[in-house]
């Protein structure tokens, strides 16, 4: 809990490191859509039939 905790804290003191972590977040999320994960679901279920 302690490292979250330190974490948290460096984030909110360093905003360039925040905003590093910001982008990093945002293009993370860019990789994935509900298109995809919906194409991957019924893939899935065809296999499995």
């Not at 909110?12 to 509900?34: C, M, N, T, V």
Request: aromatic share 10%; proline share 2%; net charge positive.
């Amino acid at each position: 809990m302690d490292e979250l905790y330190d974490q948290m804290k460096f984030v909110l003191e360093h905003p360039a490191a925040r905003e590093r972590k910001i982008a990093q977040g945002r293009h993370q999320a860019a990789k994935f859509s509900w298109e995809q994960t919906a194409a991957q679901t019924v893939a899935a279920y065809q296999r499995l039939l």
